[in-house]
C-alpha cells in the first residue's frame, strides 16, 4: 500500500503539467500545478492536521473531479479546482506516509515514485479518474490515521538547515519549470509523444540522482569533498545550461544534473558528523526549500518573458547550489575557528 502512494504522488506532482501543455495554459498557470502539490507537502512538517480534517481532505480530489466530469464548470475554475485537489490530496499523502517511511525500502520507494512520474502524463488524457482515483487510494490510508494537530518549528542545526534549503532550492528552481518547458517544446513539434518524452527524460535525471548514492559512498568516505565537487559542478552546467540553445546539449547536461543533486545525502550525513542532525528540523528545511523554490519559479514565469523565465531560474539555481556549498565552508569555518579558540 505505501509504495502505491509513491507511485501516486510521483503522478500528482508532475501529472499537470502535461494537462496544463495540452491544455494550453501560460507557464505560470502550469508550474502553479506542483506548487500546490508542494504547498499540500508542508504537512504534516512543519504543519500537521487532526484526524477529521485529513478525512475531510481525503474526499476533496473526489469531489473535485466529479465536478469537473460534469463539464459546468469553466477553465478558470478548472484550474483552481485542480489546485485545491492537488493540495488537498498531497497534504493526506504526506501525512499518512510520513508514518511508514521509516519502514520502507529507500530504493522501491523511490522507483515507485520515478514510476509515477513516467505515468504522469496520463493526467492529460483522464484528469478527473486521476482525481477519484487519488481519493480511493488515500481514503482508507487517512481513515486509520491518529496523528494531531500541531506546528514543527525549525532549528539551525548549527547551519546545516540552511544547506539544505539552500540545495533543494536549487533543484525545485529549475526542475519542473525545465519539465515544463521542454514539454511545451516537445507538444509543439510532435503532439502528446512530445510529452511522453519530456517524462522520459525527467526519469532519467532521477535515474542519474538514485545513482550517486550507492556508486560513490562505495567509492570515497569522504562526504566534504563529495558534497563540493556535486554542488559547484552543478553550479556550472545550471549556469551553462541557461545560455545553451543547442536543445540535444540541453538535453544531456539535464540529465547529468542528477549526479550533482544525488550529493544531497551527505548533507545529513555530515551533520551528523558535527553532532547537529535532527530528523524533523532536516525534513522542515526540505519542505520549506520545495515550496520557496517553486513559488519562486511560478513568480518568475508570471512576470517575464515564457522564453526566458526557464534561463532566469537556471541562473537563480546555479547560485543556490553555490550558496548551499558556501554555507556548508562558513560551517566549517566556524568550526575551525572554535577549535582553534578551544585551544
Given at each position: ?11 500528482l506532482?508532475?501529472?499537470?503539467i502535461a ?50 466530469m ?28 510520513s508514518?511508514?517511511?521509516?519502514r520502507?525500502?529507500?530504493?522501491l520507494?523511490?522507483?515507485f515514485?520515478v ?35 500541531g ?14 534549503i539552500?540545495?533543494?532550492l ?6 519542473h519549470?525545465v519539465?515544463?518547458?521542454?514539454s511545451?517544446?516537445?507538444y ?19 535515474i ?40 540535444p546539449?540541453f538535453?544531456?547536461?539535464?540529465i547529468i544534473?542528477?549526479f550533482?543533486g ?10 551528523e ?19 520557496l ?15 526566458t523565465a ?15 556549498a ?5 560551517i ?12
Amino acid at each position: 500500500m505505501f509504495y502505491l502512494l509513491d507511485l501516486l504522488t510521483g503522478i500528482l506532482e508532475c501529472g499537470w503539467i502535461a494537462y496544463g501543455t495540452v491544455h494550453g495554459m501560460p507557464l505560470w498557470q502550469i508550474l502553479s500545478f506542483p506548487l500546490a502539490y508542494h504547498i499540500g507537502n508542508l504537512f504534516p512538517f512543519p504543519f500537521s492536521v487532526g484526524k477529521k480534517v485529513i478525512a475531510f481532505l481525503s474526499a476533496v480530489p473526489a469531489c473535485i473531479g466529479i465536478i469537473m466530469m460534469t463539464g459546468i464548470t469553466y477553465e478558470s475554475c478548472r484550474f483552481w479546482l485542480i489546485c485545491t485537489a492537488l493540495a488537498s490530496g498531497s497534504a493526506v499523502l504526506q501525512t499518512v506516509r510520513s508514518s511508514h517511511k521509516s519502514r520502507s525500502s529507500r530504493l522501491l520507494k523511490r522507483l515507485f515514485r520515478v514510476g509515477g512520474f513516467f505515468l504522469a502524463p496520463s493526467a492529460a488524457v483522464i484528469p478527473e479518474i486521476l482525481l477519484i482515483l487519488t481519493s480511493v487510494i488515500i481514503i482508507p490510508a487517512a481513515v486509520k490515521y491518529e496523528g494531531k494537530p500541531g506546528i514543527c518549528g525549525i532549528h539551525g542545526q548549527k547551519g546545516f538547515s540552511a544547506v539544505m534549503i539552500f540545495h533543494q532550492l536549487h533543484y525545485f528552481f529549475y526542475a519542473h519549470t525545465v519539465l515544463a518547458a521542454v514539454s511545451l517544446a516537445f507538444y509543439e513539434n510532435i503532439g502528446f509523444g512530445g510529452i511522453a518524452a519530456a517524462a522520459g527524460l525527467f526519469c532519467c535525471t532521477w535515474i542519474t540522482y538514485m545513482s550517486v548514492e550507492p556508486v560513490v559512498s562505495r567509492l570515497t568516505s569522504r562526504l566534504t569533498a563529495v558534497f563540493w565537487t556535486g554542488h559547484i559542478s552543478i553550479c556550472i552546467i545550471l549556469a551553462a545550461m541557461s545560455f545553451i540553445r543547442s536543445l540535444p546539449l540541453f538535453t544531456v547536461l539535464w540529465i547529468i544534473t542528477g549526479f550533482g543533486g544525488g550529493t544531497v545525502y551527505t548533507i545529513s550525513a555530515l551533520a551528523e558528523k558535527y553532532g547537529a542532525y535532527n530528523k524533523n528540523d532536516m525534513t522542515v528545511s526540505e519542505n520549506l526549500g520545495h515550496t520557496l523554490g517553486l513559488l519562486t519559479a511560478v513568480a518568475v514565469s508570471a512576470l517575464s518573458n515564457e522564453n526566458t523565465a526557464p534561463h532566469i531560474v537556471l541562473i537563480f539555481a546555479s547560485i543556490s547550489a553555490l550558496l548551499a556549498a558556501f554555507a556548508l565552508y562558513q560551517i566549517r569555518r566556524g568550526q575551525h575557528e572554535g577549535y582553534g579558540k578551544s585551544r
